[in-house]
């Protein structure tokens, strides 16, 4: 199954949170864009145009696609959203 997030990023802060979002699950990159964790997850990060606010802002965004060798992955996906939720006010 395979699902897809969009995220607004650079590919740099991704990768510093990445550990997070995985919470101890071994991966290892298979290229610069595509890495492989424990369990049969496959994620591949794409870098979309940034998204324009205004003239004067612009934000970075990624497009994140999970592959899942068995099931729908709903428990991962759940614990990964929680790791990359930003706070607001």
């Known amino acids: 199954m395979t699902r897809e997030r969009v995220t607004s990023m ?3 802060e991704f990768r ?3 550990p997070l979002a995985l919470r101890g699950h071994a991966y ?3 290229d ?3 890495l492989v ?3 049969g997850v496959g994620i591949t990060v794409d870098v ?3 998204l324009v606010l205004s003239g004067l802002l612009s934000l970075p965004r990624l497009r ?3 592959a899942f060798a068995e099931g729908d992955g709903a428990a991962f996906l759940a614990a990964w959203d929680r790791a990359f939720q930003r706070g607001g006010g």
Do not use: K, N, T, Y
């Open 16 to 18: 510093r949170h990445l």
């Open 32 to 34: 610069e864009r595509s």
């Open 64 to 66: 994140i696609a999970f």
């Open 37 to 39: 964790v424990e369990g």
């Open 10 to 12: 650079g590919l740099d």
């Open 48 to 50: 979309l145009p940034p």
């Open 28 to 30: 290892r990159w298979a």
